[in-house]
């Protein structure tokens, strides 16, 4: 049962990430110098249908995997290298929640010029953060960071 879950909790690592840096690295620069927000649209409302199912499937497989190796009661003990690496993919994945809510209640319904940066500073630190996840994800096998 690990195998398979730990490859869905890579395969949606995959997409959010990958996603997270084709919006950062393609998208967003472009809608930025056309100062139009309608770039950011065509590409969100189309991922957003991957991307949100590959996020929840990586925290559900998440969740399940780290109760494989630390006890809920430590996941944010940061006693141990474990209890490190998941306390730390915890904070990541609630400082990226919370721009994604911040980001789809209250910028996207009324993404206009006026606040596109904004808006560009959220793309960049969750694709930062998804990067982030990612190489603490990683350093569950190698061991490399902590």
Known sequence: MRPLLLTLHILGACVWAGGHLMLAITVLPRALARRDPRILRAFEEPFERIGIPALV????????LASQFVPVTR?????????????????????????????????????????LGLLAVHIVIVTALAVALVIVGVDFRTGALF
């Not at 499937?57 to 399940?64: A, F």
Request: no cysteine; proline share 2%.
């Open 57 to 64: 499937v990586q925290v559900l497989t998440g969740v399940w």
């Open 75 to 115: 996941w944010l003990a940061f006693g141990s290298d474990l209890e490190v690496r998941i306390g730390a993919k915890l904070l990541f994945l609630v400082l990226t929640v919370g721009l994604a809510l911040h980001a789809r209640l209250r910028l996207l319904p009324r993404l206009d010029n006026s606040n």
